[in-house]
Every structure is written in structure tokens, then in C-alpha cells.
């Protein structure tokens, strides 16, 4: 370690949290509360700076402490880590949201909730981190050099519409516009990138989303799928623009619509590109797909093609029953809590294990969400006092699963800040998170 003369020029504050011991930073003499600056004269403000720089063979770390600046050399691979840990995730604050989008969730929420539930972010590292999805508003020209310069991959956008003048009505945010040539740009640079379009009835959809749809084609390869989710509306949109939920005719035009364009991508190109969420099929009261439609799940976590790959993982694990069946404890009853949309799924698995195992009995609870209002429908959204509430006083067995979603990220609280054990104590039986694939449905069921 020797000192240097390096002065910070930007306003990041990278404090260390902690430093592995024995590892590279340690042994560097490296400590926690020093701030990190630069890695190899390149400014160090958050996440993104860091793991990209840090991906030299060869480096140093300028560094202050007590207001002194110094280096840290440290020889290692690759991409091996050096043993630091910071603040925060993102090493500094997240970026809020500057849109005011017509059909925005958050502010649809009731009034006394946890403030954490009121903060709306549109961080584009979170989009490469963690998959969320971004309004390109928060980003600058500076913004997309560096991330075709470090060439983040990939960055998901939420496009709702390729028409400007209708994508600044919708996000009420006089960028949200002009912000759309961003998208030429990462593709241009190879960048991969994913798409969003939350749907509203009346806005844009029909015309709207038909040029949506062939706007957003001419981005193929870079941007390699998009998902079309129907706006989701609670019972709290009072002074809130109004929208209105699409009906089952509206909802299987919507499909129609969109295949027509898929099957055109998948005939010319190999893949259908564009994929409408399962909300959409159950709302229009047809089947899904099979899992050929989905080009492997792309959009999966918006809720595309989920029910489809549940159930075919379920199948593929029901071979393996006979393995299981020796640690299980038979006889055995487990009730199941889960929201309307995943219902019909929940009770299908269900029926077909307890043919399959002597001594098992399973209930399913189909939990209306009265806390939202009960066109939410997304076992996600469910509430501890919905469940309790709709589960008090029924035959609940010796343990009650409920979905592993439902609670915050931390896994202790649902959304209205009931915990998993006061539901215990309530209903007077074990509770337990069940899980979302279809193979630990029945690990999960059968207590193995």
C-alpha cells in the first residue's frame, strides 16, 4: 500500500462496509469505513463502475481514509472478486421514478402502508442486476455511453407505446418521448435488450399497439422479446385517470392481435417475439399455450407462460414420485392458499398427486383479494388478512402453504405487514412459502 495524490473530482462517496478477511482487499490493507475512489484512474460512483473496472487482471485502488488518499495494488484473475462489500447493493441511493404513469401501481396503493411500498423506482442497474424494468427517463446521452461502453446486457425497457406524443400522455413526463431514440441506440451497439407493454384499454391499444408491434420488430435481433400485460387496477384509483378493465372479448382480440404479428416473426426469423401474459388468456377464458409458443420463457417473470412452466415441470417430476414417497410422513393433509388466476393450476397438480400418494390429502383455497380489490387476481398480490380472514374456521390439516411471493423481498412480512407466524398463530396451524415451480410444488406438499 503506498500513498498517492489523487483528488476525487465527482461527488460519489463509495464507503467500504467490510473487508473479507484473508482476502485480496485484506491483505491489501484495505478496512472498512475506507472510501473507494477510483479503480485504476477510472471514477468509482456505484455498481456498474465497479464490477466493470474490477475486471482487470491488474489493479489499483485509489482510496481514502481519515481524508488521506492512498493505492492498493491487487494482482489477481479475471473476474475474481477482491473481498469487499459497500453500504448499499448499488453502493450509492436508487433512482426514483420522475414519470407519473397513467396506469402506475404504486400509486394505486391504499393510504398507511410501510413507506419502502411508496418508492417507485426506474433504476437502469436493477434492470441489468436484478431484471427490473426501466422508462429510459431517468437516462442521458452520458447515461447510454456508458452502458454501450461497458455494454450492459440486458437492459429491459418498459416501451408502452413506440408513439411518442401517446408515451408522454401516458407517463405524463415530456421526455418519455424523445427518450425512444435510446432504443435505436443499444441496438445499434448490439446491446440486448427486452420489452414491456403494459396495456390500457382505450390508450394504446388497437391502432396503438399495432404500430407498437411493428415499431418494435425493426429492433430484432437486439431486442429479442415483449411481453403485453394488461394494466393492473385496484379499487384505490380515485382521482387517477380512469381505465377500465379489458372484457373477455377485448381480451382474446388482444391475443389474436398480438399473435398475428408473432407468427409473422416466427415464420420470417425463427422466434415469435412478442407474448402475451397468461392474465391475458385466463381474462379471455382460453387455453395456453403449449410450451413451444414461449421460445424457452423469455418474458417468464412478467408473468409470461408461467402457468404453462409450472405445469410442465410438475409432469416431469411426478416420474420421480417413488423417490420422495420414503421420506414423506403419510397420512398427511395440507391446505394450499393461492390467488384466483392460479387457482384452476393449483387444484389440477393437486388432484393429480393425491392420486398418486396413499394417505395424501390436499385443499385448495382460491383467496379473493379484498385488500386490492378483486380484479387482482396474481397470488403475488395477496395480503396475511386476506388469507386469514377468507381461511378462519376451515379445516386447514397439519400445514398451510401460501405463495412464496407474497411477501416482501426480505421474506418476514406480506404487503399489509402481517408475518407468516402471526398468520400461525391465527389459523392455529404451521404455515409455510410454497414455492413457484412445479417440481418443489410437490417436494413442498410432501414435506421433503
Keep these: 500500500m503506498r500513498h498517492c495524490a489523487i483528488v476525487q473530482k465527482g461527488d460519489g462517496m463509495v464507503r467500504i462496509e467490510t473487508v473479507e478477511k484473508k482476502s485480496r482487499a485484506d491483505r491489501a490493507g484495505i478496512k472498512p469505513g475506507d472510501i473507494l475512489i477510483a479503480i485504476n484512474g477510472r471514477e468509482i460512483n456505484d455498481v456498474l463502475d465497479y464490477r466493470f473496472f474490477l475486471a482487470e487482471r491488474e489493479i ?91 455494454h450492459i446486457s440486458p437492459v429491459n425497457i418498459s416501451v408502452h407505446t413506440t408513439n411518442p406524443e401517446l ?36 390508450v394504446n391499444d388497437g391502432e396503438e399497439l399495432d404500430r407498437s408491434l411493428r415499431d418494435l420488430t425493426q429492433f430484432f435481433p437486439a431486442m429479442q422479446s415483449v411481453s403485453i400485460v394488461p394494466a393492473g387496477l385496484t379499487k384505490y384509483r380515485e382521482k387517477l385517470y380512469q381505465l377500465e378493465q379489458f372484457t373477455p372479448r377485448e381480451a382474446s382480440a388482444v391475443i389474436d392481435q398480438v399473435d398475428a404479428v408473432a407468427e409473422r416473426m416466427r415464420a420470417e426469423q425463427g422466434i415469435r417475439m412478442f407474448y ?55 397420512p398427511r393433509t395440507v391446505s394450499i392458499a393461492t390467488g384466483e388466476a392460479a387457482y384452476c393450476l393449483i387444484k389440477a397438480m393437486a388432484l393429480k398427486l393425491e392420486e398418486r400418494v ?55 412480512l406480506f404487503l399489509d405487514d402481517i408475518s407468516p407466524e402471526e398468520m400461525s398463530s391465527r389459523l392455529g396451524v404451521c404455515v409455510k412459502a410454497g414455492h413457484n415451480d412445479g417440481a418443489q410444488f410437490i417436494r413442498d406438499v410432501l414435506g421433503v
Excluded: W
Design 60 to 150: 489499483i485502488l485509489s482510496l481514502s481514509r481519515d481524508g488521506k488518499c492512498f493505492e492498493a495494488k491487487i494482482k489477481k484473475s479475471q473476474y475474481d472478486d477482491i473481498g469487499l462489500d459497500f453500504e448499499t447493493p448499488l453502493m450509492d441511493k436508487k433512482h426514483s421514478c420522475e414519470n407519473k404513469c397513467i396506469f402506475c401501481f404504486i400509486d394505486q396503493l391504499p393510504k398507511g402502508m410501510r413507506k419502502t411500498l411508496y418508492f417507485k423506482d426506474d433504476d437502469s442497474r436493477l434492470s441489468f442486476l436484478h431484471g427490473n424494468y426501466i422508462t429510459l427517463t431517468n437516462l442521458h446521452d452520458k447515461d447510454i455511453d456508458r452502458i454501450i461502453e461497458m
Design 167 to 202: 408515451r408522454v400522455k401516458m407517463m405524463h413526463n415530456k421526455r418519455a418521448g424523445e427518450v425512444l431514440s435510446y432504443i435505436k441506440r443499444l441496438s445499434d451497439a448490439g446491446i440486448s435488450l427486452c420489452g414491456q407493454i403494459v396495456l390500457c384499454k382505450g
Design 276 to 330: 402475451c401474459a397468461d392474465e391475458l388468456y385466463l381474462k379471455a377464458g382460453r387455453a395456453l399455450p403449449d410450451e413451444d409458443y414461449y421460445d424457452g420463457y423469455p418474458q417468464i417473470e412478467n408473468g409470461v407462460g408461467m402457468i404453462t412452466s409450472t405445469l410442465a415441470e410438475f409432469y416431469d417430476e411426478l416420474d420421480y414420485i417413488d423417490e420422495y414417497l420414503g421420506e414423506a410422513t403419510l
Design 358 to 412: 396413499d394417505g395424501l390429502k390436499i385443499n385448495v383455497y382460491k383467496i379473493r383479494n379484498d385488500f386490492f380489490g378483486d380484479s387482482i387476481t396474481v397470488a403475488g398480490l395477496l395480503t396475511g388478512g386476506d388469507m386469514i380472514a377468507q381461511l378462519e374456521g376451515k379445516a386447514l390439516g397439519d400445514l398451510l402453504l401460501f405463495p412464496e411471493n407474497s411477501l416482501r423481498a426480505d421474506g418476514d
